[in-house]
């Protein structure tokens, strides 16, 4: 009896055009997932969602036609702290790519060293999906021991949900990477008071921020114009920590699926200075992964 479960959300729309945007060399994507073949890297029995397949080679296409000569893989969700979907990938030498993982809170050494050897540089705590994971104290105790791999800490977080979490970030001894706008809703404007924590943080020495994922904070697709202000505000706010990701293949899309050369020329309206969108798409991303 096959095991295989039966999607529930969309899949990516394959791409049919380049960008206008003439991506520099060394263009990173730092935010995208691959999931699958599903026979080979099953899903948590309690998974929020079942996505299609979306394999390595999928991905190295889409990067190959944005022009992103590197990417960064994050551990979903949907795979708890198995990240072998992933891991497989980083090994696959298809492309330069780097992952964050997902890990329990009694990791072994050994464990994180594994990872670090496949490409991983990060721990990404979920605080905003359903699945249960790390927790916030769970990254204040594994802090130390990443930092001296040289790792981050990447949040996936609710801001306006949890305005206390801006104290108890800023106090992390790790550098740490904060995405999907931190949940901060576009129609609030950026003088809305989670945002402005958001802002707050990333003017840090420490803090870093990607810009991202439009559709969690916004429904106006495909242009999502109500994000251009907070992008732009967070460029100026750490232009030496703000980095880019596609979210391919965008398993939190759904109803707002976008392509992936819309998202791409879309970086070019929130960063429209051609050297300051080289340091979000090559040099800082170079700095925080080690490309």
């Not at 990254?139 to 790792?151: D, F, I, M, N």
């Not at 989670?194 to 003017?203: E, S």
Request: hydrophobic share 40%; with cysteine.
């Amino acid at each position: 009896m096959s095991n295989i479960r039966t999607p529930n959300i969309p899949g990516f729309i394959p791409h049919t055009r380049a960008p206008q945007t003439r991506f520099p060399k060394g263009a990173t994507d730092c935010h995208a997932h691959v999931f699958g073949p599903q026979e080979r890297f099953p899903y948590l029995p309690g998974a929020a969602y079942i996505p299609p397949d979306a394999v390595t080679t999928d991905y190295v296409a889409m990067l190959k036609n944005n022009g992103c000569d590197r990417g960064v893989l994050v551990q979903p969700s949907v795979y708890g702290t198995d990240n072998s979907c992933m891991v497989d990938a980083l090994r696959s030498g298809l492309h330069a790519l780097r992952g964050i993982a997902v890990v329990e809170a009694n990791v072994t050494d050994r464990e994180l060293e594994d990872l670090h050897s496949a490409g991983v540089r990060g721990v990404r705590i979920n605080l905003a999906s359903e699945t249960e994971g790390l927790t916030l104290a769970d990254g204040e105790r594994l802090a130390p021991r990443l930092k001296a791999l040289g790792w981050h800490l990447q949040f996936y977080l609710d801001l306006p949900k949890m305005p206390e979490a801006e104290a108890r970030l800023a106090k992390l001894p790790i550098d740490i990477v904060i995405d999907h706008f931190a949940r901060c809703p576009a129609a609030e404007g950026i003088d809305a008071p989670a945002f402005q924590a958001l802002r707050r943080l990333v003017q840090r020495d420490n803090c870093w921020a990607k810009i991202m994922g439009p559709y969690f904070v916004s429904k106006n697709a495909p242009l999502f114009a109500d994000v251009t202000p907070m992008a732009s505000a967070l460029v100026a706010a750490a232009p030496d920590r703000i980095v880019w990701g596609t979210d391919w293949p965008h398993p939190g899309g759904r109803a707002l699926m976008p392509e992936d050369h819309v998202l791409a020329d879309l970086l070019a309206q929130w960063v429209p200075d051609e050297a300051q969108r080289r340091k979000v798409l090559v040099e800082n991303p170079a700095r925080l992964y080690g490309f």
